[in-house]
């Protein structure tokens, strides 16, 4: 009973960091774009960053530093920032990528070598990492929304207050989020002779004005922290 008791934290954060990475968002956009072009390890690249920020977000909270993490996402200069970087990367994705995807998609039709050029990058970038991570840290509700799930769950009980079992719930979280995106990576990547798959991949534009969007919204709320303080 006892280890059990010792394992409910760490399960706990698997299955809310599981679920919770589940709804759209740039980075669920990202490594479905990343994952569909077999990409396999850029999308696990983004998905270690993104998942990173969930686990070192949830492990800052429960060990009671939430209060100074406060203080610098709540920082107007550091939330603009970071949602200038997500525009940045969705106009990257509509004008570069785009022309990019198209030449290796007209190069895999034909059945001739992957053409090399300025359009394409080199492979194996490490810097995917980077990327995961700031776009997991510009959603502006990433720091409330975790601290209202593990105030409830310290309310019902179902995690102690303790230093151990806030380290072993954001380990969970940080699997649970690694593990949902492994999923979809693994899903994208064996569709991607499907009819499907090949939707996917020439749905760059979409992927663009998705991140886009996501960059604007957290944007312009920014900017109203600016106007409204």
Known sequence: MEGFNHALPALAGLLTGFFGAIPPGPLNVTIIRKASHKKRHDAYR?????????GLLCGAIG???????????SQRYVRLGLAFFLLAYGLKVLVWDRRRDKALDEAELDDVPEPTGPF????GKPLYLLVGFLQGAA????FVNWTIIISFLVSHRLLHPTPGAAVLFAAG????????FAL???ILDRLHDHPIGLWIRRSTFLAGVLLVAFGLYFTFRSIGDFVGG
């Open 46 to 54: 983004v998905a270690l960053g993104g998942a990173s920020v969930d």
């Open 63 to 73: 060990l009671g530093f939430g209060w100074i993490l406060e203080k610098v996402v």
């Open 120 to 123: 394409v990058p080199p492979k």
């Open 139 to 142: 959603n502006p509700a990433l």
């Open 173 to 180: 979280v940080g699997v649970g989020v690694f593990l949902w």
């Open 184 to 186: 979809l990576i693994e």
